[in-house]
Nanobody, 124 residues
Framework: VQLQASGGGLVQPGGSLRLSCAPS????????IGWFRQAPGKEREGVSC??????KYADSVKVRFTIFSDNDTNTVSLKMDNLKPEDTAVYYC????????????????????WGQGTQVTVSS
């Protein structure tokens, strides 16, 4: 099982980016998908997640970030608006079988499948 994260880059404060996560070998209906990030010298933290029952967001990104899925392309996207320098990090998408969790989680240890990460840098 693999998850391919893409869409990172360099953006100025206040700008926007859209990250995409494309799992291979399973469909979105089989798993909960989460987005996480890790800044230099810091622990990996949860950003957002999505499942059939809904979505969750970390307080630090509420209102600014939106997670959504596209079953036709089997992709989960994270739209990030009004980006701040503190959003700079490597962003990872992760998956866990729906049979293991009742709903999605933004806790790192809840997930057992991880992508390789994509760098997001917010700087002027």
């Amino acid at each position: 099982v693999q998850l391919q994260a893409s869409g990172g880059g360099l953006v100025q404060p206040g700008g926007s980016l859209r990250l995409s996560c494309a799992p291979s070998r399973f469909t979105l209906g089989w798993a909960h998908i989460g987005w996480f990030r890790q800044a230099p010298g810091k622990e990996r933290e949860g950003v957002s997640c999505i499942s059939r029952s809904g979505t969750k967001y970390a307080d630090s990104v509420k209102v600014r970030f939106t997670i959504f899925s596209d079953n036709d392309t089997n992709t989960v996207s994270l739209k990030m608006d009004n980006l701040k320098p503190e959003d700079t990090a490597v962003y990872y998408c992760a998956g866990v079988q729906r049979s293991r969790l009742l709903s999605c989680s933004i806790v790192v240890s809840s997930y057992n499948y991880w992508g390789q990460g994509t760098q997001v840098t917010v700087s002027s």
